[in-house]
């Protein structure tokens, strides 16, 4: 068997999907993609192509190792967020040529099924209440909010209480028992995280995410000894190398690589082995399409570690467009009582809808974050 077509698809909301396909008429699909900079990854990804086309599409961690080893210059988000999209269409071809789930190669399932949970709110998050109740009336456990707006390097308090006002609404819309994630979204910095991470333990969070910037990680230190509260980071992190010393650390309690951005199935297989061995709980980041999703319950599948999966159905990014829109059996994702059950089909364990792909490639899209500005007009993490 032999690779003889590698094709990229922007489609909207914000994606890149890539279809790899084989001489013997078995296709694989990835989500190699950074968000607002799909066309950057593509080109990556067709950078590859010249590597793997004429090759046997199966022994993928040689493969793996080809993409990112005979690279001189070698990872951050582009690299192997195109990495991470061929990783996934391999794997899908492998499983379906073994005419078997993805998990079922890696080991086999250790779960039958795993928690997800809901976004509410925006970017500016307004009515979470509300949004956070109507989550809970669909059978979420647990949801995911922005706590803040953009904040200097030291603020006002009246920030950190409309921080506090606005999780307060949470927890008393949905009662003690649903699991609430505050994502800080890296909007942070330290000296202000530090007075967040105290204040917000009353609302007792399921977990606060990304409380500093990454390249910040050695505040967590700090950060942690002030709180109580889990953290969880690792969404902007992209291979097992990135998370050696934030894991040795031990100021970690959740990682959350992405399986669209840190190399893919094979990579981040590896990163949730590590954080195991680290005691460190599993939630993979899946702002994103089917594919990523599905990756990452193939993931889920086969780690202990694994305790709940980011989704993106209904978030706010994807306008106009959605989770479901581009897949063939939309049941393979059903949520009941807050949990989505392992994927069962051969691969990936979906199947793609390849002509509603190309009829929204042709819309493509050009989706950019936000660019936020302090009062003084300086630059603001968004």
């Known amino acids: 068997m032999k690779i003889v077509n590698m094709e990229t698809f922007v489609v909207p909301p914000r994606w890149l999907f890539l279809k790899i396909t084989t001489d013997e008429g078995i296709v694989g699909w990835g989500e190699p993609v950074i968000e607002g900079r799909a066309e950057t990854v593509e080109t990556a990804v067709h950078e590859l192509k010249d590597y793997l086309l004429g090759k046997d599409p199966l022994p993928i961690e040689d493969h793996w190792n080809v993409m990112y080893r005979s690279g001189f210059y070698r990872g951050g988000p582009i690299h192997m967020s195109a990495i991470a999209g061929i990783d996934q269409a391999l794997w899908d071809i492998k499983g379906k040529y073994y005419n078997a789930p993805v998990s079922e190669l ?3 399932a250790c779960r039958e099924s795993i928690d997800v949970y809901s976004w509410i709110g925006g970017d500016r998050p307004s009515d979470v209440g509300g949004a956070a109740k109507e989550a809970v009336d669909r059978g979420f456990r647990a949801i995911k909010m922005n706590g803040t707006e953009e904040l200097q390097y030291i603020d006002t308090h009246r920030k950190i209480d409309e921080t506090l006002e606005r999780v307060a609404a949470v927890r008393e819309a949905v009662g003690k028992d649903v699991g609430i994630g505050i994502d800080f979204h890296g909007r942070v910095h330290k000296p202000m995280a530090k007075i967040l991470a105290k204040e917000l333990e009353t609302y007792r969070p399921m977990f606060i995410e990304e409380p500093v910037l990454p390249e ?29 010393e934030l894991l040795a650390s031990g100021h970690v309690d959740v990682i959350q690589p992405d399986l669209s951005h840190a190399g893919g199935i094979t990579e981040c297989k590896k990163i949730a082995t590590m954080a195991e061995a680290y005691d460190v709980a599993l939630a993979p980041h899946c702002p994103l399409g089917p594919i990523a999703l599905a990756s ?18 209904g978030i706010h990014y994807n306008k106009g467009s959605d989770l479901l829109d581009y897949i063939e059996d939309a049941s393979v994702f059903t949520y009941e009582d807050g949990q989505v059950e392992m994927l069962k089909g051969p691969g990936l364990g979906i199947e793609i809808n390849e002509d509603k792909v190309r009829q929204m490639a042709e819309e493509g899209h050009r989706w950019r974050n936000p660019v936020w500005r302090h009062r003084d007009g300086s630059v603001a993490e968004w």
């Open 106 to 108: 890696m080991g086999g």
């Open 216 to 244: 910040n990680n050695e505040a967590l230190k700090e950060i942690a000894a002030h709180t109580s509260i889990p953290i969880a980071t690792g969404e902007r992190m992209y291979s097992r190398w990135d998370f050696k």
């Open 296 to 313: 990452c319950l193939q993931v889920d599948a086969t780690c202990h570690n694994a305790f709940i999966q980011e989704q993106s159905l």
